[in-house]
């Protein structure tokens, strides 16, 4: 088993630790600044191969031929990360190997696929080589050996062009609307507390404003009150933000194990016993819905967030 993982300026993706563990500590960084990635305690053998910006058809075209050299590559993993869901499929083509997405745990001949939002788990057994991408968090643990040093070699790729693909303009910064929240570096989620639909929206508003995006409970996406790609926890999207601010949530154990280590957690709870408010680093015992309407009231003063009239009409 192989991990490949993709390196956008030196930053591992959400679940590289996980899928290099699955792979036995060995992988493929590919993408830019791969060299400045640390890898202590996540491998013991790393190939960097710099294949500058991302162009997912470029990248495809030369790792292909890489791959089909390289020994022992029968399982090729990638993160679930975005970069990875797009890179993945192209190498399965490439490679003309099946594509096994959305994996829950992978060996050689047995996969586990997460379906209908989580609420499914199929096993396959695998008949050959294939692609797979791992979901970030399901696995939960890295690389056991972290004091084993990394053996690292370099790989130097010839240009490679891919005429017949698309090619990209331009790179935007992230909508933290629409960011996958594996993604987002800052939550501010909400949870049964909050007292009807419409505090989402509002939500959402004071997360952009702090340069967040807005999660969710599963009581909440059950409610269909936001989707369910909003839902932190086991049965939804494991995250790992530098922030995390909860408003009305008690902490239930699948919530609170999907929130990975945030360096600052801030709840604001009418319950200053709930399991969220006893790991919160700042626990407001507070209304959550008064609590919230008063900061949304102060962004909007000062410009940050629009006022409820102006973004209802």
């Not at 959400?14 to 992988?27: F, R, S």
């Not at 996969?111 to 692609?131: A, S, Y």
């Not at 970030?136 to 056991?144: A, D, H, I, T, W």
Request: aromatic fraction near 2%.
């Amino acid at each position: 088993m192989l991990a490949v993982i993709p390196i956008r300026d030196g930053e591992l993706p959400a679940g590289a630790d996980e899928t290099l563990a699955d792979c036995g500590g060995v992988g493929w960084l590919v993408g830019t600044g791969t060299t400045d990635v640390d890898v202590a305690g996540l491998a013991i053998e790393i190939t960097d191969i710099d294949l500058g910006d991302f162009e997912v058809g470029r990248w495809s075209a030369a790792l292909a031929p890489l791959l089909r050299a390289e020994p022992l590559t029968d399982v090729i993993v990638l993160p679930h990360s975005p970069d990875g869901r797009d890179l993945a499929p192209r190498l399965a083509v490439a490679l003309d190997r099946p594509l096994l997405a959305g994996c829950s745990d992978v060996i050689p001949d047995r996969v586990k696929l997460i379906r209908r939002d989580g609420r499914e788990e199929h096993t396959m057994h695998p008949q050959g080589p294939f692609v797979a991408t791992l979901l970030p968090g399901v696995r939960g643990v890295g690389f056991e050996h972290d004091d084993v040093p990394a053996q690292r070699r370099t790989i130097v790729v010839a240009d490679v062009d891919s005429p017949s693909d698309a090619s990209v303009v331009e790179v935007l910064p992230p909508d933290l609307s629409t960011i996958d929240l594996t993604e987002a570096h800052r939550i501010v989620g909400g949870g049964a507390g909050l007292d009807e639909e419409s505090r989402f929206p509002q939500l959402a508003r004071v997360a952009a404003a702090i340069g967040g995006s807005m999660g969710a409970t599963r009581v909440i996406t059950d409610r269909a009150w936001v989707p369910h790609d909003k839902q932190i926890g086991t049965t939804g999207v494991i995250v790992d933000p530098d922030l995390y601010v909860s408003f009305g949530i008690s902490g239930a154990v699948q919530h609170t194990a999907g929130l990975g280590n945030p360096d600052h957690i801030i709840s604001v709870n009418t319950d200053p016993h709930c399991p969220m408010m006893q790991m919160s680093d700042l626990a407001i015992v507070a209304d959550a819905n008064e609590t919230l309407d008063e900061l949304h009231a102060a962004l909007a003063a000062d410009g940050s967030v629009a006022s409820d009239e102006s973004a209802n009409g």
